[in-house]
């Protein structure tokens, strides 16, 4: 972390508490997605090139001239002078030589950038003028304005809302949507932080996946925060720090440290296998979104990817790709981790995933047209996604999934289009995994309570914890209102697991978590004992899941699962959790 600029040392620090939902530490200045006028980037110059700066702002005040005097001559032409001569007021601004000058003393002395030393310059005297009680110097901050943003984009500088800022920062936003976190620049986003989200908002999901640190929760943020803020974030406490003193800086250099040893310890179990201290083995698997992070998994230790969430890789195009480039996405990702194999889930569109197809998903989207429904309904862009994904599984081990399953018929029907796309391509001579196995995502109780029958059609079963408790608990899990009811160790929520579990084993096949249960290490000791055989979690997660799980006993693990089946009480289960991954790596949670 670097020394707090000169110009921001006198700021008094801030802080503003949300909810945690992605762990990391972010420095950098903020970048407010969404404002109507944005502030630009701030950053120091480098020695000597100040000189070059303050001809550019030279250059922008007389293209603003110019622009401004065209403009008063149309006017003129069209509705005399004396309308025209409203725009003296903007010609006036752009002379004032106090203004003007404090400005180039900011670049030459702080070495600011321009934009950003006019627009601080410019909007404190704004604020100045805002504050006397004077009607006719009040209104004149309009004009002020409109020169300032006249200027700045003759800079370069002011754009639209949907700016994204050219430097690395700290993304501030009202909402994030799954959309808007694919088509990031993550080069340049540090983390990010928002007014409305949860835990298990798919928005939070991603930024795990990705490693980026992220709080939500935060009400009201936007107003206190501009673009060009000197910010911290804290991904592991759901803290927003603004102008963060040196004390502050030095905590977060301690902790970081902290971190990082931990991390460089767990990175030392890369290449060991998830096997928990008396003998029982889980495959770590991961979870992605793009196809990039393919790259992340060997890094990671995990042994393939667990779920392939395709529909970002729709929402990210605007649009779903072709046959062909489908089957070249997908056979990249399986070659990356050959021999372990991706599992794909198909495209699980609609609900909160897919605003656009909101009208046709019904009033309340979550209940409506998504997941597997929407696959059947469009079969002929579901037939293009099944026959990609069998040309990418003659080239290496892929696995498909069908997501949001409620009924036996939507499984068989599913797996007639296969059938179909299967024959189709063995007809054109094109070659496929034969013996493809086909799998299903259980997110609904319906699925749970007849998965004995379910299991006899598919060879694995994937349970998506996050949409089970929400369609359980009869609970909006991005709506803040009801947030204590989303409860992951509800006696319900732990039965419907346990039950999957035992139907699954019996007609022997394996039965994975891929939701957010599996990535919560205080949650491991609980899916351990039930007899998950897989985990799948976001491969920044995946050390430390695997570190849990070779610090745990199956047998312990089974006595607790077994507890839990019998308790009432969500309080007490997650008090017997904590107390024994406290008792086994309290590295990881302290």
């Known amino acids: 972390m670097s020394e707090i600029p000169p110009h921001e040392a006198s700021k008094p620090e801030r802080r503003f508490e949300g909810v945690a939902v992605s762990p990391g530490i972010a420095r950098g200045n903020a970048f407010v997605k969404g404002e ?90 704004i604020e100045s003028i805002r504050a006397i009680d004077d009607p006719y110097l009040r209104e004149r901050v309009i004009d002020i304005e409109d020169v300032m943003q006249r200027v700045l984009r003759n800079l370069g500088s002011a754009a639209p809302a949907e700016y994204s800022a050219r430097h690395e920062h700290v993304l501030v936003a009202h909402v994030l949507t799954p959309s ?48 060009g803020d000197n910010m911290l974030l804290d991904g592991y406490n759901g803290l927003a720090i603004l102008n963060p003193s040196p004390e502050t800086l030095a905590e977060y250099d301690r902790l970081a440290e902290e971190k990082d040893q931990v991390a460089r310890r767990l990175d030392e179990l890369r290449d060991s296998d998830a096997v928990t201290g008396d003998g029982r083995a889980i495959t770590l698997s991961a979870n992605i979104e793009f196809a990039h992070e393919a790259g992340m998994i060997e890094q990671s230790g995990a042994r393939g990817i667990g779920l392939y969430r395709t529909e970002f890789f729709y929402l990210h195009d605007g649009a779903l790709p072709g046959e062909d480039q489908q089957a070249k996405n ?10 372990d194999g991706v599992i794909i889930r198909t495209m699980d569109i609609g609900g909160d995933k897919l605003p656009e197809d909101a009208e046709e998903a019904g009033e309340n989207p979550f209940l409506g047209w998504r997941g597997i429904r929407v696959s059947l309904g469009r ?82 079963f994937s349970v998506g914890t996050n949409d089970l408790i929400q369609y359980t608990m009869a609970v909006d ?11 992951p160790l509800n006696p319900a929520v732990i039965r419907l697991l346990n039950m999957t579990v035992e139907a699954g084993h019996a007609a022997g096949i394996w039965v994975g978590v891929c939701g957010e249960m599996a990535a919560d290490i205080l949650m491991t000791p609980l899916l351990v004992g039930l007899g998950i055989d897989e985990f799948s979690v976001g491969a920044p997660r995946v050390p430390a899941v695997k570190h849990a799980v070779r610090k745990l006993s199956y047998a312990t693990c089974k ?26 790596y309290p590295e990881l949670l302290t």
Request: hydrophobic residues 45%.
């Open 36 to 125: 109507v006028f944005v502030e630009p980037d701030s950053f120091d110059l480098e020695e000597g090139a100040t000189g070059a700066e303050i001809a550019r702002f030279e250059d922008a005040l007389a293209e603003t001239r110019r622009q401004i005097e065209v403009l008063q001559k149309q006017v003129a032409a069209a509705a005399g002078g004396r309308d025209a001569s409203i725009f003296d007021a903007h010609l006036l601004v752009l002379e004032d030589r106090s203004v003007l000058d404090e400005v180039t003393a900011a670049v030459r002395d702080r070495r600011l950038n321009i934009e950003s030393a006019f627009y601080r310059t410019m909007s404190r005297y």
């Open 559 to 584: 006595t607790l699962a077994e507890d839990a089946l019998g308790d009432v009480d969500p309080a007490r289960v997650l008090g017997r959790c904590r107390e024994l991954a406290l008792a086994h």
């Open 330 to 339: 997908y056979s990249r990702v399986a070659r990356g981790v050959d021999p």
């Open 379 to 460: 079969k002929g862009l579901f037939k293009t996604q099944l026959r990609a994904i069998l040309r990418a599984s003659g080239v290496a081990k892929v696995r498909v999934m069908f997501p949001m399953v409620s009924t036996l018929d939507e499984v068989r029907r599913a797996k007639e289009l296969l059938a179909e796309c299967a024959d189709e391509l063995r007809a054109e001579g094109v070659p496929f995994d034969e013996a493809l196995e086909v799998g299903v995502m259980v997110e609904v109780p319906s699925a749970a309570l007849v998965a004995d029958q379910i299991a006899q059609e598919v060879d694995f």
């Open 180 to 227: 808007d976190t694919a088509a990031m620049d993550r080069e340049q986003v540090l983390g990010f932080a928002t007014e409305v989200g949860s835990y298990t908002a798919h928005t939070a999901i991603i930024a795990r996946s990705l490693g980026l640190p992220a709080v939500v929760g935060l009400h009201g943020f936007c107003d206190q925060v501009h673009t």
């Open 477 to 487: 899990r991005v709506n803040e209102r009801v947030a204590d009811l989303y409860q």
